[in-house]
């Protein structure tokens, strides 16, 4: 009986040595073919993938090496594998999903590096996909409007099979935004709205062409179908106005940059057409016969009413 258990002992301690050098041969040639291979290339890019698939590549490896000198007779593997294999999927669920995530993005590929992406309401910029997690730069969060704050997140890849995948640019790089203005009744709302659609169309004309390439392609895959690709402007009487919403296309990383510009141009123009004023939260005391839409005072009439002024000296003998 002593015999067996010697003789267990030193298959033990064999296959172990067995198994720690194998390792380290691995893991040596996987070092010296990252340098060999990297040495005369110069894309970072290039690098950082070659590296990755050789390190994947030798760490199935390993796993195939001690699969083999741990190995027992056939049948015994097979129930052992059996039983390893579901209590490993009950306690490694989110782990397993992960690995099942990451096969899902890089065969279906709902997002690839340099995407921006949106998944439970967690947004930013794709910039690494490993097997159990993808890394992103983060946007929004306290910085207004679609700008990086500066923060990496790690979402697990598990999170394809759990929530929607919102991708700002797969296949499309340009998204409508909106843009409101209030204006008040007695404003010339027309001319707000003509001076917003003319502004726009100035600041888009560039990019509609490249917009309607983009659908072209776009729509061999999906059924998609835009008919109207020019600026717009939405009118909606609201509790303290009129509300003009104009609406039009901008790249995905734009969008606080157009609006911005957008916003500087309109104001600009409604400050030298003289008939628009913005509302704004305010309480007025009307009389019951005071129609609503007056038009605005002129200058010399504001000047006139303005406290402290005087009005102009008439001349002698007048």
Same mark, same amino acid.
């Given at each position: 009986?002593?015999?067996?258990?010697?003789?267990?002992?030193?298959?033990?301690?064999?296959?172990? $040595? =067995?198994?720690? %050098?194998?390792?380290? /041969?691995?893991?040596? @040639?996987?070092? +010296?073919?990252?340098?060999?291979?990297? !040495?005369?290339?110069?894309?970072?890019?290039?690098?950082?993938?070659?590296?990755?698939?050789?390190?994947?590549?030798?760490?199935?490896?390993?796993?195939?090496?001690?699969?083999?000198?741990?190995?027992?007779?056939?049948?015994?593997?097979?129930?052992?594998?059996?039983?390893?294999?579901?209590?490993?999927?009950? $306690? =490694?669920?989110? %782990?397993?999903?992960? /690995?099942?995530?990451? @096969?899902?993005? +890089?065969?279906?590929?709902?997002?690839? !590096?340099?995407?921006?992406?949106?998944?439970?309401?967690?947004?930013?910029?794709?910039?690494?996909?490993?097997?159990?997690?993808?890394?992103?730069?983060?946007?929004?969060?306290?910085?207004?409007?679609?700008?990086?704050?500066?923060?990496?997140?790690?979402?697990?890849?598990?999170?394809?099979?759990?929530?929607?995948?919102?991708?700002?640019?797969?296949?499309?790089?340009?998204?409508?935004?909106?843009?409101?203005?209030?204006?008040?009744?007695?404003?010339?709302?027309?001319?707000?709205?003509?001076?917003?659609?003319?502004?726009?169309?100035?600041?888009?004309?560039?990019?509609?062409?490249?917009?309607?390439?983009?659908?072209?392609?776009?729509?061999?895959?999906?059924?998609?179908?835009?008919?109207?690709?020019?600026?717009?402007?939405?009118?909606?009487?609201?509790?303290?106005?009129?509300?003009?919403?104009?609406?039009?296309?901008?790249?995905?990383?734009?969008?606080?940059?157009?609006?911005?510009?957008?916003?500087?141009?309109?104001?600009?123009?409604?400050?030298?057409?003289?008939?628009?004023?913005?509302?704004?939260?305010?309480?007025?005391?009307?009389?019951?016969?005071?129609?609503?839409?007056?038009?605005?005072?002129?200058?010399?009439?504001?000047?006139?009413?303005?406290?402290?002024?005087?009005?102009?000296?008439?001349?002698?003998?007048?």
């Amino acid at each position: 009986m002593s015999e067996l258990f010697s003789f267990q002992e030193q298959d033990l301690l064999y296959r172990l $040595a =067995l198994a720690a %050098a194998g390792m380290v /041969v691995i893991f040596v @040639l996987v070092r +010296v073919s990252i340098r060999l291979l990297t !040495r005369r290339i110069d894309d970072p890019e290039r690098v950082y993938r070659i590296s990755r698939q050789i390190r994947r590549l030798g760490a199935v490896v390993m796993v195939g090496l001690l699969l083999i000198i741990f190995s027992p007779r056939p049948g015994e593997l097979v129930a052992i594998l059996t039983v390893v294999g579901a209590g490993l999927a009950i $306690a =490694l669920r989110e %782990a397993l999903l992960s /690995v099942a995530g990451w @096969l899902r993005i +890089v065969l279906v590929h709902p997002y690839q !590096r340099g995407d921006r992406i949106e998944i439970n309401g967690v947004r930013g910029d794709v910039l690494d996909i490993r097997v159990m997690r993808t890394t992103l730069m983060e946007i929004g969060g306290w910085v207004e409007a679609d700008q990086s704050t500066g923060r990496l997140v790690h979402i697990p890849n598990a999170w394809v099979f759990l929530y929607p995948v919102y991708n700002y640019t797969q296949g499309f790089r340009f998204i409508w935004n909106e843009l409101s203005v209030t204006v008040t009744f007695r404003s010339d709302w027309q001319a707000a709205r003509d001076i917003m659609e003319s502004l726009a169309r100035e600041s888009t004309a560039i990019i509609e062409r490249q917009v309607a390439e983009e659908i072209r392609q776009m729509s061999r895959e999906f059924l998609i179908h835009y008919s109207i690709l020019t600026p717009f402007v939405y009118v909606r009487i609201v509790e303290n106005g009129i509300r003009l919403t104009l609406r039009y296309l901008c790249e995905v990383r734009k969008r606080r940059g157009t609006e911005h510009a957008l916003t500087v141009s309109i104001l600009e123009a409604f400050r030298q057409h003289g008939g628009i004023e913005l509302a704004y939260p305010a309480m007025q005391v009307a009389l019951p016969d005071t129609p609503q839409f007056d038009p605005l005072p002129s200058r010399e009439q504001n000047d006139h009413d303005r406290p402290g002024t005087r009005p102009p000296d008439r001349p002698h003998g007048a």
